[in-house]
Nanobody
Framework: QVQLVESGGGLGQPGGSLRLACTTS????????MGWYRQAPGKQRELVAQ???????NYPDSVKGRFTISRDNPKNTVYLQMNSLKPEDTAAYYC???????????WGQGTQVTVSS
């Protein structure tokens, strides 16, 4: 059974930092592109960071230069380092995996990030 478990969410201060982790099990982690998405109340879920099997990364302009995604294949874990936090970063953050063939996709249950002073 594939599981993706996010951790590290919570309350962050504007200008501060948080680090999210997504630990996976039941899948061949190195064969999956990993992504972080977020969804704020009343808004659509959006991609915030993606890292491929080879380590190539992709970010939307809204987080570029502030967020960094990384992966640790031996630990089956993907991270999202969030710096220079803004109130508009407040959302539920979800981890997603997509197999290299595109045949399989899995989501975590999400972790809440709230940025407020």
């Amino acid at each position: 059974q594939v599981q993706l478990v996010e951790s590290g969410g919570g309350l962050g201060q504007p200008g501060g930092s948080l680090r999210l982790a997504c630990t996976t099990s039941g899948m061949s982690f190195s064969l999956y592109t990993m992504g972080w998405y977020r969804q704020a109340p009343g808004k659509q879920r959006e991609l915030v960071a993606q890292i491929t099997l080879s380590g190539a990364t992709n970010y939307p302009d809204s987080v570029k230069g502030r967020f960094t995604i990384s992966r640790d294949n031996p630990k089956n874990t993907v991270y999202l380092q969030m710096n220079s936090l803004k109130p508009e970063d407040t959302a539920a953050y979800y981890c997603k995996s997509r197999h290299v063939t595109g045949r399989f996709e899995y989501w975590g249950q999400g972790t809440q990030v709230t940025v407020s002073s």
